[in-house]
Structure formats: C-alpha cells, structure tokens
C-alpha cells in the first residue's frame, strides 16, 4: 500500500524557493518514499521537543515531515538546505 506524500503551505514555498535541478531531486527521492512499506525505513527521527517530526536527507538539503501511520500520510512540514533548516524555531503546518 502506497503512502500518500501531502505538503503544508510552508514546504511548498520552501521549495520553490529551490533550484529546479534539487526540486527535482526532492520529488524522486519522496516518490521512492512514498512506495516503501514504511516511511521509517529510511531518513531519522528528530530529538529533543522535535521527536515526533522525521528528517530525509537529500544530499545537502533536508526534508522535515510528519509520519501519519492512521491516515498512511507524509506530511512535509519544511525543506531546506542543512545549514539553515535547523535554525528555524517553529515547524508550521
């Protein structure tokens, strides 16, 4: 059963906001994410405050998200370069 990739507003401004040539590496790497049996399977979970929240590591760049297991949902909260996406306080949905 296929997981259901979603994106909060925020993420979708983030990503425009991204070179062509990494969106695109992005919505490959999300599709290969999307088919696995569970999400889980790869990226980490997020420590601290944040434990909850899980991260993909796309080269230099990283998605934040949100596993939904009830709903079968990826919700992505942010995408960012790695040097800048843990600076942010807050995860907007």
Do not use: A, F
């Not at 994106?7 to 490959?28: A, H, I, M, T």
């Not at 909850?52 to 909260?77: A, S």
């Amino acid at each position: 059963m296929d997981w259901t990739i979603e994106w909060s507003e925020r993420s979708l401004k983030d990503l425009q906001s991204l070179e062509k040539q990494v969106r695109n590496r992005v919505y490959s790497y999300l599709d290969v994410i999307s088919k696995l049996p569970n999400p889980r399977l790869r990226g980490r979970s997020l420590t601290g405050n944040l434990d909850e929240y899980w991260r993909y590591r796309i080269g230099d760049y990283r998605v934040i998200c949100d596993i939904q297991d009830n709903r079968l949902i990826v919700l992505i909260l942010q995408v960012g370069h790695r040097r800048d996406i843990y600076k942010r306080r807050s995860l907007m949905r």
